[in-house]
Every structure is written in structure tokens, then in C-alpha cells.
């Protein structure tokens, strides 16, 4: 088993691709660091069995979490997460969906937080353009920002930069 669980939920596939472009970019440098898992398809157990956790979560419906998430979420809600270090990466379109860019990860991250978790992976809201967030606090989302309607450009330099922070943040 590897030292981090890499979940994600993907309704059309846009967050599948990111997570295994992230899943492959970690086996660079160890290809035993990151086991990945659909959400979907996953036990609570199999999530409580890592102390370092990286979710990865489009958000829809205007402002909701994606369908596997959000069944799975309150199987976990309330189980013991202190001393997890949780890191999440959220999909949205910042230009469809201005009025709530990544609100899945704001939703998520008060879950995880709610049970005990300690959140890392804190990510710059500069160079996107949005007006309103549930991931935002202050100048931060709770997590990365990957849009790939309308910045697919962007995203490779963006997970790089990403990994490079977690890496550091979980000490792997
Ligand atoms: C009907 C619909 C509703 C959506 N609602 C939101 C939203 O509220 N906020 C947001 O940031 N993105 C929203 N999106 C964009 C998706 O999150 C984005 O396309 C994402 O890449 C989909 O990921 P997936 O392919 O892994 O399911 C929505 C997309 C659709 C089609």
C-alpha cells in the first residue's frame, strides 16, 4: 500500500484525467508514494486506512457536489480524521459557473475538517476570474483550482506546482 490515498469523483471524466496526470507525476519520483481510487467504488475504510489523503472533486449542479461524493460523504462524516493531512484538488468553470467556481471544495473541505483533519494544499486565487467561491478564504481556495473548460493550458504547470507543495507539506 502506497503512503498516500488519492481519491477522486469524476462525472465526465475531466477530474479522472487530472487525477491520473497527478498519479503519474508522483510515480516520477516513487511510484510506491500514491494509490488512486474512484470515490465511487471506495469504503470509508479504505480512506481512513492513509494518513495522507489527496481528494480530488468537480463541482455541479450549480454550487453541489458530484454524485459519487456526495453519497459517499455521509458514510465518512463523523469518523475519527485527526491527524490526516488532507489535500484537495477541485474542478470547475470559472466562466460557466462564476457564482460558484469550485464550490465542491469548500464543501468538502469543511467535511473533512469537521471530523478532525488537518487541510493542506492552500492554493492562490490570483489568475482566475470568478466571483464568488465556497473554496475561497481571503486570498486562498481551500485547495487547487483546476479549469480545464476554460484554462486546460494552465493545468499542467499548475499540478507541478501543486505536487511540489503537498510533497512538502505531507514531508514524502
Ligand atoms: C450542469 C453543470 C453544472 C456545473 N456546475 C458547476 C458549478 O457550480 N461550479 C463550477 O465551478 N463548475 C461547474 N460545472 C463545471 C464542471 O465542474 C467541470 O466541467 C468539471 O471539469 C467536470 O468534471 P468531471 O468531468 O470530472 O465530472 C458544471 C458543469 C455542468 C455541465
Same mark, same amino acid.
Given at each position: 500500500?502506497?503512503?498516500?490515498? &488519492?481519491?477522486?469523483?469524476?462525472?465526465? =471524466?475531466?477530474?479522472? !484525467?487530472?487525477?491520473?496526470?497527478? +498519479?503519474?507525476? !508522483?510515480?516520477?519520483?516513487?511510484?510506491?508514494?500514491?494509490? $488512486?481510487?474512484?470515490?465511487?467504488?471506495?469504503?470509508?475504510?479504505?480512506?481512513?486506512?492513509?494518513?495522507?489523503?489527496?481528494?480530488?472533486?468537480?463541482?455541479?449542479?450549480?454550487?453541489?457536489?458530484?454524485?459519487?461524493?456526495? $453519497? !459517499?460523504?455521509?458514510?465518512?462524516?463523523?469518523?475519527?480524521? +485527526?491527524?490526516?493531512?488532507?489535500? $484537495?484538488?477541485?474542478?470547475?468553470?470559472?466562466?460557466?459557473?462564476?457564482?460558484?467556481?469550485? %464550490?465542491?471544495?469548500?464543501?468538502?473541505?469543511?467535511?473533512?475538517?469537521?471530523?478532525?483533519?488537518?487541510?493542506?494544499?492552500?492554493? +492562490?486565487?490570483?489568475?482566475?476570474? !470568478?466571483?464568488?467561491?465556497?473554496?475561497?478564504?481571503? %486570498?486562498?481556495?481551500?485547495?487547487? =483550482? $483546476?479549469?480545464?473548460?476554460?484554462?486546460?493550458?494552465?493545468?499542467?504547470?499548475? &499540478?507541478?506546482?501543486?505536487?511540489?507543495?503537498?510533497?512538502?507539506?505531507?514531508?514524502?
Amino acid at each position: 500500500m502506497g503512503k498516500i490515498g &488519492l481519491f477522486y469523483g469524476s462525472s465526465t =471524466g475531466n477530474t479522472e !484525467f487530472v487525477a491520473y496526470q497527478m +498519479k503519474e507525476e !508522483f510515480d516520477r519520483r516513487d511510484p510506491s508514494l500514491v494509490d $488512486i481510487h474512484n470515490i465511487g467504488s471506495s469504503t470509508p475504510e479504505q480512506v481512513l486506512g492513509y494518513n495522507y489523503l489527496i481528494f480530488g472533486i468537480p463541482t455541479w449542479n450549480t454550487g453541489q457536489l458530484q454524485d459519487d461524493w456526495e $453519497i !459517499f460523504l455521509p458514510k465518512l462524516a463523523g469518523r475519527d480524521m +485527526k491527524g490526516k493531512r488532507v489535500a $484537495i484538488f477541485g474542478l470547475g468553470d470559472q466562466n460557466g459557473y462564476g457564482f460558484n467556481f469550485l %464550490d465542491a471544495v469548500g464543501m468538502l473541505a469543511d467535511a473533512v475538517m469537521a471530523d478532525g483533519a488537518q487541510l493542506w494544499g492552500l492554493w +492562490k486565487t490570483s489568475n482566475y476570474e !470568478f466571483e464568488e467561491s465556497r473554496a475561497q478564504v481571503e %486570498d486562498h481556495f481551500l485547495g487547487l =483550482g $483546476i479549469d480545464q473548460d476554460g484554462q486546460a493550458d494552465a493545468t499542467p504547470a499548475r &499540478l507541478q506546482e501543486w505536487i511540489n507543495q503537498i510533497a512538502g507539506e505531507f514531508g514524502v
